[in-house]
């Protein structure tokens, strides 16, 4: 898994956009709401998300992964590099960090993220 890979699970979820934050940080939003971010330059994080409590608990007892600093807090799991998690579950999570912050938005801003028939 590498930064290409992570943005193009990002974008492809519905209404789903980006935008550079904090200097070298990407910034991926649904609604103007973030779920995840990237880091784009070498450092400590490669990647974090929102999580499940559930999630959050396992994820934050596994090597290569810890609370996210400044949002642990709201449930946000830090990874330190691209490969500290297979990639089908980096998916999984990204996809469910997108689905946690889509369903506390407003109905109306939920709807707008929907593809148009």
């Known amino acids: 898994m ?6 193009n699970i990002c974008l492809a979820l519905p209404g789903a956009t980006e ?4 200097g070298s940080d990407l910034v991926f939003k649904a609604a103007d709401k973030m779920f995840a971010v990237m ?4 450092g400590p994080i490669a990647v974090s998300f929102k999580c499940t409590p559930e ?3 396992d994820l934050s007892e596994r090597p290569g992964c810890l609370p ?6 709201a449930q ?5 590099s691209f490969d500290a998690l297979p990639e089908r579950e980096v998916q999984r999570l990204l996809g469910q960090s997108y689905e946690l912050v889509v369903a506390k938005l407003p109905r109306k801003a939920r709807e ?3 593809p148009k028939p």
Do not use: C, G, K, T
Not at 39 to 42: S, V
Not at 68 to 73: D, G, Q, V
């Open 112 to 114: 707008a993220l929907l």
């Open 19 to 22: 935008n550079m934050q904090w």
């Open 55 to 57: 999630d959050f608990q």
């Open 2 to 7: 590498d930064r290409d890979r992570v943005r």
């Open 39 to 42: 880091n784009l330059e070498p």
């Open 76 to 80: 946000w799991i830090a990874m330190e």
């Open 68 to 73: 996210a600093p400044y949002l642990a807090r």
